[in-house]
């Protein structure tokens, strides 16, 4: 069955083509009955077995040749006799047959992509409100897990001035070795610095001053403002 509505796709496309992309061209069992009843009532007994056999109808191509054979004729005749049905077929009175055919399964086949896309979109919808729920809530965890630490963080460090730098995970071995190089033992000396102190450290960059300034605002503190 299969190769046979292959057939009449590729019949169909013959005498539709312009309208409709044979790949996609949706015949189903149910079209070839109408299709069938066209050919009894506009074509003869011998033009509709030449369509039949060259076509595939039912369910197997034959070529020329073997058409003629088995209808004992020349094979030009075959070519005449096919010819002649597509044409009288291609006539608007016959054609719109095939090409209403057509439309109402394409109509059909939009219709169900509408469908389809109104419950994508909304299904699309309801997830996304799910998901920014979700982003919200997860932000203001962050933020109340970010406030209680930080107030446990400065009840911890009350007493920070007299914590060794070299104690403090919150700096990398790169700032911490640079700060002791600098006779910055404890927490009470990085606070009398300044920023252009920090700065002028050898080997001192960006990242080992953000990691100070991030740790002192964390901690509550700051550095000095003195020149």
């Given amino acids: ?55 595939g109808l039912d369910g197997q191509e034959a070529t020329r040749a073997e058409i003629a054979d088995i209808l004992n004729i020349s094979q030009s005749r075959v070519g005449q006799l ?16 095939f090409k209403k055919l057509y439309r109402s399964h394409l109509e059909a086949i939009i219709a169900r992509q509408r469908k389809d896309l109104t419950e994508a979109y909304s299904s699309r919808d309801s997830v996304e409100k799910e998901l920014n729920k979700t982003r919200m809530l997860k932000q203001l965890n962050e933020e109340a897990l970010f406030c209680t630490n930080r107030e446990v963080w400065k009840s911890l460090v009350r007493d920070m001035h007299e914590y060794i730098i070299e104690d403090i995970p919150h700096f990398s071995v790169r700032t911490q070795r640079c700060l002791k190089e600098n006779n910055i033992i404890k927490v009470r000396d990085l606070v009398r610095k300044t920023e252009e102190d920090l700065r002028s450290f050898p080997q001192f960059g960006a990242k080992s001053f953000n990691e100070v300034k991030d740790f002192l605002y964390h901690a509550g503190l700051e550095l000095s403002k003195e020149e």
Wanted: hydrophobic content about 40%; glycine content about 4%.
């Fill in 82 to 97: 096919e010819e002649k049905a597509l044409r009288i077929l291609r006539h608007p009175a016959n054609s719109n047959v």
């Fill in 1 to 55: 069955m299969e190769n046979n509505l292959k057939g009449y796709v590729k019949f169909t496309h013959a005498i539709i083509g312009k309208y409709s992309d044979e790949d996609m061209l949706p015949i189903r069992e149910h079209d070839i009955h109408a299709i069938e009843e066209l050919l009894s009532s506009r074509l003869g007994e011998k033009h509709i077995k030449v369509l039949h056999m060259s076509f």
